[in-house]
C-alpha cells in the first residue's frame, strides 16, 4: 500500500520515544533528540494512554495477506467457495465468512480486507452502547422503566426473530446494560471498555 504525505515514525524512532519516555525525559527532548515536532510525539505517547502499547501479535487462526491473495485470485478465476479453502488447507465457512465480510464475490479484494482486519483487531474497542446511539436511548428508557439490567438483555434478545435477523446486533450482556446507569449521558458507561 503506498502511503502519501509527510513519512512516518520508524519503529527505531517509536522504541526511541518509549524508551526516553520512560527514563523520564520531557516531550521538549525528545523531540530535540529524534528532531521530531512536539505534535508527533505527543500523538504517539497520548494514543496509548502513556504507556508503551504491547507488540501486535497476529494469531496463528486468522489469515494472512497470502492466503487473502490466494481468495482474491481464486475468486477471479470463478472457483468455488469449496475449492478455494481446499488449497489453502483452512474450513470453507473460514473463506466463506472472509468474503462476505469483506465485499462479497465481485468486491473481494486481498489488501483491502487485509487493512480491514489489520483495524478490527485493535484494542480497546469501543463497546455496542457506546457506538449505537440509537441502542444507548433504548436502554435508557427501559432502565427509566425500572426494568432489571437483566430484564432488558432478555427483551432485546427475545426481540430477534425470523422476520428481523439485523435485530442480532442489538444484543448486550446485563453487565452492559447496567453500567449504563452510572454514566452522565451514557455513551462511557460501557464497563471500562
Not at 1 to 9: L, N, V
Not at 15 to 35: M, N, P, T, Y
Amino acid at each position: 500500500m503506498i502511503r502519501r504525505g509527510r513519512p512516518g515514525i520508524t519503529e527505531t524512532q517509536k522504541a526511541d520515544i518509549w524508551r526516553r519516555w520512560k527514563l523520564g525525559h520531557s516531550v521538549r527532548e525528545i523531540c530535540q533528540a529524534l528532531k521530531r515536532s512536539p505534535t508527533t510525539v505527543r500523538l504517539r505517547l497520548r494514543q496509548s494512554g502513556g504507556f508503551r502499547p504491547r507488540i501486535r501479535r497476529r494469531s496463528a487462526l486468522a489469515l494472512t495477506l497470502a492466503e487473502r491473495e490466494e481468495i482474491s485470485r481464486g475468486l477471479c478465476c470463478g472457483s468455488s467457495l469449496r475449492a478455494i479453502p481446499k488449497r489453502l488447507g483452512r474450513a470453507p465457512s473460514t473463506v466463506s465468512r472472509e468474503v462476505a465480510r469483506h465485499s462479497g464475490h465481485r468486491g473481494y479484494r486481498a489488501n483491502h480486507a487485509e487493512y480491514e482486519a489489520s483495524l478490527s483487531a485493535l484494542r480497546p474497542k469501543l463497546c455496542r452502547l457506546a457506538r449505537n446511539g440509537k441502542l444507548r436511548k433504548l436502554v435508557a428508557s427501559k432502565l427509566a422503566l425500572e426494568r432489571s439490567p437483566e430484564q432488558i438483555s432478555g427483551w432485546l434478545t427475545s426481540m430477534r426473530s425470523e422476520r428481523r435477523p439485523a435485530r442480532r446486533r442489538n444484543r448486550i450482556s446485563s453487565l452492559r446494560a447496567s453500567a449504563i446507569v452510572g454514566s452522565s449521558n451514557g455513551a462511557r458507561g460501557c464497563g471500562g471498555e
